[in-house]
């Protein structure tokens, strides 16, 4: 990947992926990644109702050898996002980075709240109800090296004051239904970190603040289940730099391409000149 890139493209939280790209660098031979299953979010700049990226696979039985099976999901690992200028493709790949950037960032906010103030969601501005309103981001995904191959939800809403509502769930392999790990809802009676060590939930408790999201501030206090969900959420940041330099290079490719086009063509008129002038 041409560095150049790297260097100009910076997220707009300041996650500096040079730092960040270990995550992925660093797996073990023959490790999966982090899968990401789905990815849901609402009311976030030009999409006012919900939007889907789906990566489950169909029960189509051709290319099945390109399917990631891990438990009971069959997870496609590429896909293409494609429509319209101004369609709003950016935007999908924006929400993405305000969902990554916010986990691996949002500790910092409780002491920085001026952080904050630049970083509010930017909502469905063309009506009033949902200019007003929460945005909310959430994903499905796995862990690499989970033996009990779980299914993994997470998700959270952020409006112009900070966290209304966080929730972290799973599912075993062999279960129907998601059992909760942590919950937290816009009031303080509203937290439950059942599933979280004992010894951590009085740290969260004490320090937990409305800017600041429970998986940030676990990963920062070493607790795995919310380290696990801001890595994966870095490797999303790693893999919308990805896609914007491969759009980069598209560009620099279709340029060479009608380059070449044209010098053809030039070359193909001299021909039909010498033929006109010596048939």
Known sequence: MNSQHLNEK????????FEKMHIIKNRK???????????????????????????????????????VTIGREKILPVAAIYGANASGKSNI??????????????????????????????????????????????????????KNEKTYNYGFCVDQEGVTEEWLNSKAKTARKYSTV??????????????LPKNSRDNIQIALEKQVLIASLGAKLKISKCKAIREMNLQILVIRLLT??????????????????????????LLMNILRIFG
């Open 10 to 17: 910076k997220s707009h939280l300041g996650v500096d992926y």
């Open 29 to 67: 031979e023959d490790e999966v990644a982090i899968m990401l299953i789905q990815f849901n979010f609402k009311n976030f700049r030009s999409f006012r109702e919900e939007a889907t990226l789906d990566l489950s696979a169909t029960k189509m039985t051709e290319f099945s050898e390109r399917v």
């Open 93 to 146: 790949y924006n929400a993405f980075e305000y969902m990554s950037d916010y986990v691996a960032d949002s500790f910092k906010y409780g002491d920085e709240e001026e952080k904050f103030e630049e970083f509010r969601p930017t909502p469905f501005l063309f009506d009033s109800t949902s200019a007003d309103a929460e945005s909310s981001f959430e994903v499905y995904f796995t862990i690499p090296g989970d």
């Open 182 to 195: 942590f919950y937290r809802g816009n009031s303080d009676s509203e937290l439950d970190l059942s599933g």
């Open 244 to 269: 914007f330099s491969y759009h980069v290079d598209c560009r620099e490719a279709l340029w060479m391409i009608r380059t070449f086009i044209r010098r053809l063509w030039n070359i193909l008129r």
